[in-house]
């Protein structure tokens, strides 16, 4: 009885040491389906469209405010440039 409960033991300890091993396996061997080189390589149309938008936005944020400075100067050069009576 000893033995044949001893043995029903190992079998239980092997079987889920072997289950434990199969588990920790799987998990490494999954690759991620894309890796950060494959992003940068490959942008996807989504991507390219905000980066488009954003540099829309960039232009004309720049456009602005050169239509501002160009104000700014019209304004210090307007005074200077007026004659004196």
Known sequence: ?????????????????TVMAAGDMKAPAAAPETTPLMEKAAPTKVEKVKK??????????????????K?????DMAPAEA???
């Open 52 to 69: 488009a938008k954003k540099m829309k936005k960039i232009k004309k944020m720049k456009k602005e405010m050169k239509k501002e400075e």
């Open 83 to 85: 004659p004196a009576k």
């Open 1 to 17: 009885m000893k033995r044949l409960v001893l043995f029903v033991v190992a079998l239980v300890f092997a079987f889920c040491t």
């Open 71 to 75: 104000k700014e100067e019209k304004k």
